[in-house]
């Protein structure tokens, strides 16, 4: 049973990982921009298509194909918000259509040009780490290590940069941070281009150990808006937490108590921890856009 619970917590921290690259992108969206950015699962779609389609059709190696998902993801983000939600971000229903009608552009250009079907898209290190009776694959333990890694660099950018704290002084108040000198139209592409960069680079991590086919964004969707809610929206700090605490949930009662009554537990768990604090388990009061 121990060695279960080990390999259970493996798998927990593992998806951990990759919920918190992803929320950390929702969650600095909605704290710089105040969009609840629907696009973000196309962006993680989008990812992981370019990679595939960099490795098959260009021959490039895999880490090159993530590099080129990342910035086609982060160039079109940056696009984006410069020559269109830049135009409408203080009002929240115009910018919910624009994301949300972005997501439904990339989901169904994927659609017409690779099909419906599901894509073989083969991570490139096999094999499996043993030590005892607790296993876990090279390509999880890779891709963990990636995502920890690019976890530590958003923490690095948002915390220890100028860049980084002119972003945190647009999210407190852009009106006031404006008046000091920043220049919200320069910074505002810069960090949606940094969120979706973020998206892309889960999608070309996670797809070739999961699936890569035109549907996997929905649930991407819906897990990283779960994550941010539950931490508290635009709050890094409980994006973070919050995914790993999803993660943990997640692996240990798909493991003991099966998928579906896995997945009851967890939304159960969630409502509860939302109905004890609204605002999330870091979360703070709403903000004008």
């Known amino acids: 049973m121990s060695t279960e619970l080990v390999s259970t917590a493996l798998i927990g921290l593992s998806l951990?990982?990759?919920y918190a690259l992803l929320a950390l992108g929702f969650t600095l969206i909605?704290?710089?921009?105040?969009?609840v950015n629907f696009a973000h699962g196309g962006f993680y779609?989008?990812?992981?298509?370019v990679a595939y389609g960099a490795v098959t059709f260009l021959g490039v190696p895999y880490l090159v194909g993530v590099v080129i998902a990342v910035l086609t993801t982060g160039a079109l983000g940056w696009l984006f918000e410069l020559l269109l939600l830049e135009r409408v971000v203080e009002d929240h229903l115009a910018t919910l259509i624009l994301t949300l009608g972005l997501f439904m552009v990339m989901s169904t250009a994927v659609l017409v040009a690779f099909g419906p079907e599901s894509r073989r898209f083969d991570f490139p290190v096999e094999g499996v780490?043993?030590?005892?009776?607790i296993y876990m694959p090279f390509a999880n333990m890779i891709v963990m290590g990636i995502c920890f890694l690019a976890i530590a660099g958003v923490y690095g950018l948002m915390y220890r940069t100028d860049l980084g704290r002119a972003l945190r002084a647009l999210a407190d108040d852009r009106h006031i941070a404006a008046t000091q000198g920043l220049r919200p139209r320069l910074l505002f592409p810069?960090?949606?281009a940094i969120a979706s960069g973020l998206a892309g680079l889960t999608g070309a991590l996670v797809t070739p150990?999961?699936?890569?086919?035109?549907?996997?964004?929905e649930p991407v969707l819906a897990t990283s808006f779960l994550v941010v809610i539950l931490g508290g929206f635009g709050s890094i700090l409980g994006a973070t937490v919050a995914a790993f605490l999803v993660g943990m949930i997640?692996?240990?009662t798909s493991v003991f108590l099966g998928g579906s009554i896995g997945a009851l537990v967890l939304f159960s768990l969630v409502l509860l921890v939302l109905v004890a604090r609204p605002s999330g388990l870091f979360g703070r009061q709403a903000r004008s856009a």
């Open 16 to 18: 951990g990982a990759q």
């Open 30 to 35: 909605f704290g710089i921009l105040g969009v």
């Open 45 to 49: 779609l989008l990812g992981g298509y």
């Open 129 to 133: 780490w043993r030590s005892g009776k």
């Open 190 to 192: 810069l960090a949606f």
């Open 209 to 217: 150990i999961l699936s890569l086919g035109p549907n996997v964004a």
């Open 250 to 252: 997640e692996a240990y």
